[in-house]
């Protein structure tokens, strides 16, 4: 989601879905669980989502990118709702978040290395049995 996309005027819950690449229901289930707060609604009770709404919501997109369970977004956002003074219990929740991402990124470069390694091997085995190349 772009700042772009955050700077318009009050969207709709099918803009929202469409500039989010998520559903209209995944955006009314975060709101009941208390991932987004309640969306400001219009006559016929149309949700319309602000710029502030937009921006959380990227977040909590890079939260669920990077692996964080629910009931760990879900806390970030009660303590978000609190105010300032969660400010440290965050940025803990944060760490503690961040340490296990990196844990994940450690493994996915052992992996890695461990495909690249075997792809080494095959692109060798395949250079010493081409019957192309010249008898050495």
């Given amino acids: 989601m772009s700042s772009t996309d955050r700077a318009a005027g009050p969207r709709t819950i099918t803009e929202v879905a469409t500039i989010a690449g998520l559903s209209a229901h995944t955006l009314r289930y975060y709101e009941r669980i208390g991932l987004?707060?309640?969306?400001?609604?219009?006559?016929?009770?149309?949700?319309?989502?602000?710029?502030?709404?937009?921006?959380?919501?990227?977040?909590?997109?890079?939260?669920?990118?990077?692996g964080m369970p629910i009931r760990d977004?879900?806390?970030?956002?009660e303590l978000r709702?609190?105010?300032?003074?969660?400010?440290?219990?965050?940025?803990?929740?944060?760490?503690?978040?961040?340490?296990?991402?990196?844990?994940r990124i450690a493994e996915l470069?052992?992996?890695l290395t461990a495909v690249t390694g075997k792809i080494t091997t095959y692109r060798n085995l395949e250079t010493a049995h081409?019957?192309?190349q010249p008898d050495a």
């Avoid at 987004?36 to 890079?62: E, K, N, S, T």
């Avoid at 977004?73 to 956002?77: E, G, H, L, N, P």
């Avoid at 709702?81 to 961040?98: A, F, K, N, P, Q």
């Fill in 36 to 66: 987004l707060d309640p969306v400001p609604r219009v006559h016929g009770g149309q949700r319309r989502y602000g710029a502030g709404d937009l921006a959380w919501l990227a977040f909590v997109q890079r939260l669920r990118a990077t």
């Fill in 73 to 77: 977004m879900r806390r970030f956002a």
């Fill in 81 to 103: 709702r609190e105010g300032d003074h969660t400010i440290g219990e965050r940025r803990e929740l944060l760490e503690r978040h961040r340490t296990e991402v990196l844990a």
């Fill in 109 to 111: 470069e052992r992996d």
């Fill in 130 to 132: 081409d019957p192309r």
